[in-house]
């Protein structure tokens, strides 16, 4: 009989052992991935894809979440108990304004965050559950961007006067590095530099733009001139995920980018008549 409860309790304690330390596993893959929302459940119970020209991503570490909603970025505070996973009311979020449809998702994407209650994680994918135990959000590991061939849309600006920037026309600026020639717009002019590389080491120059005035918005011609005195004072670059920033030679911010998500404007393509 002794023997008998005693193997009980060693097959208890072995199995508990091996469940903390699936629980374990699970939570380290949740908090050192970075994820990017593939789909979610609308209110009539159907499985919906992103829309095309958004973004939603999210990442976790030490009981604090942060991310982009599609048009805000969102941040707040979790817990986590074996499978167990709630995001704390409220969730905080900028007050940015994007269109309609691209607004009504993350406002239904931040209502379902709202309500999940537990997760699952393997090697490629993260799904939240809600209180019923139903899958609603769907996210996979989002992979760091490349330099190259990618769009990008400028988030903050070096303004050469100590503070590094952002207005609601800094959006306006683009750029794309392909092939040795950097090509965009810098919120008025289309503009052309070439570009060499060595590593993460980046020339830009001499820059090129086209001669026209916009009087709106309001002082985007001084924007303008002062990304390009950023982009030609840069000379190391830094990817993360969705994310670029160019930094000069002490190291200080010029410009920072996001992937831009939205469809090609019709003035960028092609080369800059220059």
Not at 84 to 106: D, N, R, W, Y
Not at 252 to 268: N, T
Request: net charge negative.
């Amino acid at each position: 009989m002794k023997k008998t409860l005693h193997t009980s309790i060693s097959l208890s304690v072995i199995f508990g052992s091996i469940a903390m330390t699936a629980d374990a596993s699970q939570a380290a893959d949740l908090e050192t991935k970075h994820w990017q929302l593939i789909q979610f459940l609308d209110e009539s119970g159907d499985t919906n894809p992103l829309l095309d020209t958004s973004l939603i991503d999210m990442r976790l570490s030490g009981g604090r979440f942060s991310g982009v909603a599609g048009c805000n970025s969102y941040f707040g505070s979790y817990s986590i108990q074996g499978e167990k996973l709630t995001f704390a009311h409220p969730i905080g979020s900028t007050m940015k304004i994007c269109p309609e449809p691209v607004m009504e998702q993350e406002q239904a994407y931040l209502q379902l965050l709202g309500q999940i209650s537990s997760y699952h994680v393997d090697d490629e994918t993260l799904v939240l559950l809600n209180q019923v135990q139903q899958p609603v959000l769907k996210f996979g590991i989002q992979q760091p961007a490349e330099l190259e061939k990618t769009r990008w849309q400028a988030a903050a600006i070096n303004n050469g006067r100590g503070g590094v920037v952002s207005s609601a026309s800094t959006e306006l600026t683009h750029a794309q590095f392909i092939d040795g020639k950097l090509t965009g717009n810098g919120g008025c002019n289309q503009y052309s530099a070439g570009y060499t590389l060595e590593k993460n080491r980046i020339t830009i120059g001499p820059v090129m733009t086209t001669r026209k005035h916009c009087p709106e918005p309001e002082d985007i011609m001084q924007q303008e001139q002062e990304y390009l005195q950023a982009i030609t004072g840069t000379r190391i670059f830094t990817l993360g995920t969705s994310k670029l920033e160019l930094r000069d030679e002490t190291g200080a911010l010029q410009v920072r980018f996001s992937v831009k998500l939205d469809a090609e404007d019709p003035e960028e393509k092609g080369q800059p008549p220059l």
